[in-house]
T-cell receptor, first 110, second 111 residues
Framework: GQNIDQPTEMTATEGAIVQINCTYQTSGFNGLFWYQQHAGEAPTFLSYNVLDGLEEKGRFSSFLSRSKGYSYLLLKELQMKDSASYLC???????????FGAGTRLFVKA | DVKVTQSSRYLVKRTGEKVFLECVQDMDHENMFWYRQDPGLGLRLIYFSYDVKMKEKGDIPEGYSVSREKKERFSLILESASTNQTSMYLCATASTSYEQYFGPGTRLTVT
């Protein structure tokens, strides 16, 4: 089957580092996405991993281990504006559909 | 920049009404999607289309239909709105790279 698990909520302090984990099951792998969604707004693309390892993009990094069905999103130097939901997602075997996790709501406190 | 627009940000309809939600994109993407998003359930795919006049059921198509007469336009139709269809509806497009571009969403309330 195709399934994605990620924590429901996390809280972190401004300036800190937070890691949001995602585990997935899929019969065919076409990459792993992370999207950010602020309350009341549409999701926006953050990162896409196809190969194992860490990809860094400014304050945000995303890691993938295909053998373990595992990814994480790392947010450094947290800012209040990072308070949002973070969605882990992967295209299905055929590639036409993207399977989304329920999202992790991150609260950044001062 | 990809632009995906939806016909309304907020909509209030009565039970039994026929509801049309429209999505328009300007990037010539082949693939278009309709999702609904509810608290705790995440994004759930209703229908998608990979070409003009082509449509495929997603995970929760019951009570919905779609229309894609032109490449840039993908419409979601609620044949007879019910209160359990109160939700946030999001349209998205994607090229062959799988990255999805979302519209601003329509918050539909059915009373």
């Amino acid at each position: 089957g195709q399934n994605i698990d990620q924590p429901t909520e996390m809280t972190a302090t401004e300036g800190a580092i937070v890691q949001i984990n995602c585990t997935y099951q899929t019969s065919g792998f076409n990459g792993l996405f992370w999207y950010q969604q602020h309350a009341g707004e549409a999701p926006t693309f953050l990162s896409y991993n196809v190969l194992d390892g860490l990809e860094e993009k400014g304050r945000f990094s995303s890691f993938l281990s295909r053998s373990k069905g595992y990814s994480y999103l790392l947010l450094k130097e947290l800012q209040m504006k990072d308070s949002a939901s973070y969605l882990c997602a992967h295209p299905n075997t055929g590639g036409f559909k993207t399977i989304f996790g329920a999202g992790t709501r991150l609260f950044v406190k001062a | 920049d990809v632009k995906v627009t939806q016909s309304s940000r907020y909509l209030v309809k009565r039970t039994g009404e026929k509801v049309f939600l429209e999505c328009v994109q300007d990037m010539d993407h082949e693939n278009m999607f309709w999702y609904r998003q509810d608290p705790g359930l995440g994004l759930r795919l209703i229908y998608f289309s990979y070409d003009v006049k082509m449509k495929e059921k997603g995970d929760i198509p019951e009570g919905y239909s779609v229309s894609r007469e032109k490449k840039e336009r993908f419409s979601l139709i609620l044949e007879s709105a019910s209160t359990n269809q109160t939700s946030m509806y999001l349209c998205a497009t994607a090229s062959t790279s799988y990255e999805q571009y979302f519209g601003p969403g329509t918050r539909l309330t059915v009373t």
